[in-house]
């Protein structure tokens, strides 16, 4: 026999001398179920498509409102419309038509304390902004103006980027009544 059938006949005797089948198989099965399983577990791949881009210059001061698009440019200019720019993460009803505005929950109402963020382009200047998504609560659904685009939407792991939950954590009430768009800034 060669030295390395020697040595691993060796190993193998010493191995079975000193364990048991069970605690073998309870090992292997364990790495095995642990090697399946590693697939499952969530991975937050923002930060690679972050690093791809180069940053850009994020000014010192955000305008509260950005310019939105002209009239000639299509629907879009509408923020009674679900293809208004700023709502391309949007799940929900626009308080728009509920009384409020793009970026103001109606009367009645408390914004969430709590928010979804997306990012969705201006078409008027071509820039990309990030938009926080908060939740109007306190009375029950305005029911107009479905608007459910899923633009960025990630699984439930990820519940900050997430627009199926109901947002109203912080609020006086759970009652969910319709969604608002704010600008916070530029996205970079």
């Given at each position: ?28 099965a364990g790495?095995l179920t ?83 963020v997306g ?70």
């Amino acid at each position: 026999m060669s030295k390395f059938d020697d040595l691993t006949e060796s190993w193998t005797r010493n191995a079975a001398q000193r364990r048991s089948r069970r605690g073998f198989l309870a090992r292997l099965a364990g790495v095995l179920t642990a090697t399946a399983a590693a697939p499952l577990l969530p991975i937050d791949r923002s930060g690679r498509a972050n690093a791809a881009e180069p940053p850009s210059q994020v000014p010192s001061e955000v305008p509260s409102e950005v310019p939105t698009m002209g009239a000639s440019d299509g629907p879009s200019d509408d923020p009674s419309d679900c293809e208004y720019w700023r709502y391309c993460g949007i799940d929900g009803y626009l308080c728009n038509c509920c009384g409020g505005g793009p970026a103001l929950c109606p009367p009645g109402t408390t914004a969430s304390a709590t928010a979804w963020v997306g990012s969705c382009m201006n078409p008027a200047d071509g820039l990309t902004y990030l938009i926080a998504y908060n939740d109007c609560c306190g009375t029950g659904d305005c029911s107009r103006c479905e608007c459910w685009r899923n633009e960025g939407q990630t699984p439930i792991y990820s519940p900050q980027r997430n627009n199926d939950i109901i947002w109203c954590f912080g609020a006086p009430t759970m009652l969910y009544n319709c969604s608002i768009a704010r600008v916070i800034g530029r996205a970079g």
